[in-house]
């Protein structure tokens, strides 16, 4: 059977470290067979979240539909169908860019949260599928989950999807030249995470 892997790239240029980096995840799990498709959240129309909770009212294990009508629904749909999923984003802010932050708002529906229970659960507490988290910072990459709340916005958007990390890649010193070029090692990193999806 075809692994399908789906990355969810929330930088806000093409070509840039995180984008060459998922990119590279992408290549190592093509090398083992797998298909993969990339969202740009740049070139996606996704609103923000208005907080209604009109998706969380409802109980079950299926995700709760929200109801606006934008681009966000056809994405989730691919990755339900993904058996593994990379999401990347810069650090900015010392967090994740801000339409990576929509995005993960926007995933409220995979929890059940009826008005009057304090707090919401998850619908799934089984993870279906792997994933690899992705960032890059000026300043050192072990610094990435120690000082900014950029890691657990990754690992959060990932439980959401129903995903295990099996994998990071965090990508530091990357401000020091407009292009920042991936050194061999970081491609062939994440080439080894990329096998691992796969």
């Given at each position: 059977?075809?692994?399908?892997?789906?990355?969810?790239?929330?930088?806000?240029?093409?070509?840039?470290?995180?984008?060459?980096?998922?990119?590279?995840?992408?290549?190592?799990?093509?090398?083992?067979?797998?298909?993969?498709?990339?969202?740009?959240?740049?070139?996606?129309?996704?609103?923000?979240?208005?907080?209604?909770?009109?998706?969380?009212?409802?109980?079950?294990e299926e995700r709760g539909?929200?109801?606006?009508?934008?681009?966000?629904?056809?994405?989730?749909?691919?990755?339900?169908?993904?058996?593994?999923?990379?999401?990347?984003?810069?650090?900015?802010?010392?967090?994740?860019?801000?339409?990576?932050?929509?995005?993960?708002?926007?995933?409220?529906?995979?929890?059940?949260?009826?008005?009057?229970?304090?707090?919401?659960?998850?619908?799934?507490?089984?993870?279906?599928?792997?994933?690899?988290?992705?960032?890059?910072?000026?300043?050192?990459?072990?610094?990435?989950?120690?000082?900014?709340?950029?890691?657990?916005?990754?690992?959060?958007?990932?439980?959401?999807?129903?995903?295990?990390?099996?994998?990071?890649?965090?990508?530091?010193?990357?401000?020091?030249?407009?292009?920042?070029?991936?050194?061999?090692?970081?491609?062939?990193?994440?080439?080894?995470?990329?096998?691992?999806?796969?």
């Amino acid at each position: 059977m075809i692994t399908k892997v789906v990355a969810v790239v929330g930088s806000y240029r093409k070509g840039g470290t995180v984008d060459n980096a998922v990119e590279a995840v992408l290549e190592g799990a093509r090398e083992k067979g797998a298909e993969t498709v990339t969202f740009y959240l740049s070139e996606k129309h996704i609103e923000f979240c208005t907080n209604c909770r009109k998706c969380v009212q409802e109980p079950g294990e299926e995700r709760g539909k929200c109801a606006q009508q934008d681009d966000l629904e056809p994405m989730l749909e691919k990755i339900e169908a993904a058996d593994a999923v990379v999401l990347g984003s810069p650090v900015n802010c010392y967090n994740v860019t801000a339409i990576f932050r929509r995005f993960l708002e926007r995933l409220l529906g995979y929890s059940y949260w009826p008005w009057k229970q304090p707090t919401p659960k998850f619908r799934r507490k089984k993870t279906t599928r792997k994933a690899v988290l992705v960032a890059s910072s000026a300043m050192p990459g072990f610094l990435i989950p120690l000082v900014t709340g950029a890691a657990k916005a990754l690992r959060l958007t990932a439980k959401m999807l129903g995903a295990k990390t099996v994998g990071k890649l965090w990508l530091g010193l990357v401000a020091g030249e407009p292009h920042h070029e991936l050194s061999a090692k970081d491609r062939e990193r994440a080439r080894d995470l990329g096998r691992k999806l796969a």
